[in-house]
């Protein structure tokens, strides 16, 4: 009971913790704006420019951070459930890898040249390199089992990679397409953007979380996932699924960010321990925090201008993930 008890304290810190990294968003930027004049634009705008600035630019970017961090944070610890490798990351089934190689030939080959363009480019690519990796992991002996799911899914990553960077090179023009979508970023994204990815990243969190006492069993092996009366095959399947539109979803609205959906259940695994009925709502919560914060560190490490969140994440998730590794006494989850 204390142990419950106590994740549950953690959990409502992690809320808090969420909240104010939301309201520094909306007030830190290129102008910074005072509480108060955050709270009013949001409860009483009248149309001044630090209220538009409020509503029009800081408000869908809040948003979407959000929403882009819980679906890879998410996305992060079902993976590492799925695959029982505390080090994966949602980049593993190839679902970033075919988001982009998707919107590469969309760029090259029909002309694609704006952003809401590519949510639907990638979400379908990204569902179907998850569909080609499962369905070619499956058809080994004992079906798709973690680690045929991870050969083959970087495997095709790699495959996908050097394709879209291949096709990149080739047309200059495509390149300079891609190379801000390429470094992953929440600013400046279209009208309609969070529109478009919530229904996706909705139905994938439900899915996911619904997910969690059948990941606890498979965390114990296949056969004995199956005494306990898992259904295997159709868990991993449902996991699958909840990947592909959750990580589908973010990099397609906000190209392929790094480190987020690694670090975060990696830390959250030492927080609260194995339970991945923990773990995947904590994930859920933390990892808007972390993108949030890298997003508000871009703002300011090189203001006036901008640093691209994806770039940022990278630097900060990098050295500490190396830490988080060292400190670890275990290498499952």
């Not at 459930?81 to 029909?110: Q, Y």
């Not at 998850?130 to 499956?138: D, F, P, Q, T």
């Not at 996706?200 to 199956?226: E, K, P």
């Amino acid at each position: 009971m204390t142990d419950r008890r106590t994740r549950t304290a953690w959990l409502a810190a992690s809320f808090a913790a969420l909240a104010a990294a939301t309201a520094a968003s909306l007030a830190v930027g290129s102008a910074p704006l005072s509480p108060a004049t955050v709270l009013a634009a949001l409860t009483a705008p009248d149309g001044g420019l630090d209220h538009l600035t409020v509503l029009d630019l800081r408000l869908p970017r809040t948003i979407l951070a959000a929403l882009v961090g819980a679906a890879l944070g998410l996305a992060g610890a079902l993976m590492q459930a799925l695959t029982r490798n505390p080090l994966a990351d949602p980049g593993l089934l190839g679902v970033n890898a075919g988001a982009g190689f998707a919107i590469v030939l969309g760029v090259a080959f029909l002309g694609v040249t704006r952003i809401d363009q590519y949510l639907w480019l990638g979400f379908a690519g990204a569902v179907a390199a998850a569909v080609a990796v499962y369905a070619v992991a499956a058809r080994g002996p004992g079906g798709a089992t973690p680690v045929r799911l991870t050969l083959v899914g970087v495997a095709l990553s790699a495959v996908l990679t050097g394709a879209s960077s291949t096709l990149a090179l080739i047309d200059p023009q495509t390149f300079d397409r891609m190379r801000y979508w390429g470094a992953g970023s929440v600013a400046d994204r279209p009208d309609g953007t969070v529109a478009a990815v919530l229904p996706f990243i909705v139905l994938g969190a439900v899915l996911g979380l619904a997910c969690a006492r059948s990941l606890n069993a498979l965390a114990l092996g296949d056969d004995t996932a199956r005494a306990v009366g898992a259904r295997v095959a159709a868990s991993r399947a449902a996991g699958m699924a909840a990947v592909t539109l959750l990580c589908g979803a973010a990099t397609a609205a906000a190209g392929p960010i790094a480190f987020i959906g690694l670090m975060i259940p990696h830390a959250v695994r030492r927080l609260v321990g194995p339970d991945q009925r923990w773990i995947l709502p904590f994930s859920l919560v933390l990892a808007p925090v972390l993108l949030l914060v890298a997003d508000i560190l871009g703002r300011l490490v090189v203001w006036p201008a901008e640093l691209q969140v994806g770039v940022v994440t990278a630097l900060i998730g990098a050295p500490a993930l190396i830490l988080l590794v060292r400190r670890s006494r275990t290498v499952a989850p």
